[in-house]
């Protein structure tokens, strides 16, 4: 472990947070700029165009603030979200963020159920492919995670439907059930779900288990402890492992936000109600605000967690800590 002040992990941490802060910043300015992309007037766009009356052009004006300039408007926006307002809907008479707060729980059990599911299937794929290097068993789970990666979680979503909702009518298709009110049929609402966001990310799980663990096990001092007469089960179990899946967990970090931002489009395949409905919805009716502040609520989610995902990294590898 590196005994200077640069390698240690409270300045390793001092230095993630700085630049969480300005990446976090860069994004809310990139989120309220969304407001730029919409042609001609905003205004008179957003209330309707042609048709909207001089009363719906003044109150879309005065709701957004169009008649400051942008750095104004910004720093406006800025200082509410940082206060946890995002401004109104234009057109729902409802907070944005009590509209983010009513729906984000049911995307964040979404996207952690499909972690689950990728890490139980994708971790033991990867350990077990990766000691049995060049076996059938490799090249099943190469073949099986290749074929994996490269099918659209959406295109899984409908096929899940199709055979187990469907055709064997063992889940149900469509719907939501709170925790709270019975976790039975939670569970069977979301598995369909979890397994259709899982799949691909215990693809790429079992990969850099088994990459990891293969450079791991081809290294001088693993051999060493075999040539000393240690057991398979203490080289690997004690030694490999640890090593080697210390790089998953920056894998599974990433993954676990790219599946919280991939909930959007399974959300509506299944129609549970979280932000991928609302913002689609949203769209639909072109109510930035509630674009806004979806976007900056998953951007900002996505952020925190590489965040997370670098200190215990930090963590677990010191020498990561000195880049």
């Known amino acids: ?11 390793f941490i001092a230095r993630r947070l700085l630049i969480t802060v300005l990446l976090l910043f860069l994004i809310s300015l990139a989120v309220y700029s969304l407001i730029l992309v919409i042609p001609g007037d905003p205004a008179i766009t957003l209330a309707g165009g042609v048709k ?5 052009i003044a109150t879309i004006t005065r709701q957004l603030h169009l008649n400051q300039g942008f750095f104004a408007q910004y720093w406006r926006w800025l200082r509410g979200a940082l206060h946890g307002d995002l401004g109104s809907s234009l057109f729902q008479s409802q907070a944005v963020s009590s509209g983010i707060a009513a729906r984000f729980p049911v995307t964040f059990q979404v996207a952690a159920g499909g972690m689950v599911v990728a890490v139980l299937l994708g971790m033991p794929s990867g350990i077990l492919s990766g000691i049995r290097q060049g076996t ?40 939501y059930t709170s925790f709270g009110q019975s976790p039975v049929e939670w569970f069977k ?7 259709a966001l899982g799949i691909g ?7 850099q288990v088994r990459g990891a663990l293969i450079d791991t096990l081809d290294q001088d001092y693993m ?27 920056t894998v599974i970090g990433i993954q676990f936000g790219y599946l919280l931002g ?4 399974i959300e509506q395949i299944f129609s549970l109600p979280g932000l991928g409905t609302y913002i689609l919805q949203a769209i639909n009716d072109k109510d930035i605000p509630e674009i806004q502040g979806v976007v900056l609520v998953v951007a900002t989610a996505f952020v925190l967690i590489n965040l997370v995902v670098d200190v215990v990294y930090g963590y677990l590898n010191p020498k990561v800590r000195l880049g």
């Open 1 to 11: 472990m590196a005994s200077t002040s640069g390698g240690s992990l409270p300045a």
């Open 52 to 56: 909207a009356t001089p009363k719906e």
């Open 136 to 175: 059938v068993r490799d090249r099943a789970v190469t073949t099986g995670s290749s074929l994996a990666v490269s099918i659209p979680d959406f295109w899984l979503a409908i096929l899940l439907v199709i055979v187990f909702a469907v055709k064997l009518n063992w889940l149900p298709a469509l719907g």
């Open 189 to 195: 609402d979301l598995l369909l779900p979890w397994i």
């Open 201 to 207: 990310g215990a693809a790429v799980v079992a990969r």
């Open 223 to 249: 051999r060493t402890a075999v040539a000393k007469g240690l057991g398979p089960r203490s080289v690997i179990g004690k030694h490999a492992l640890k090593n080697a899946l210390s790089p998953a967990v």
């Open 262 to 265: 991939g909930t959007l489009i």
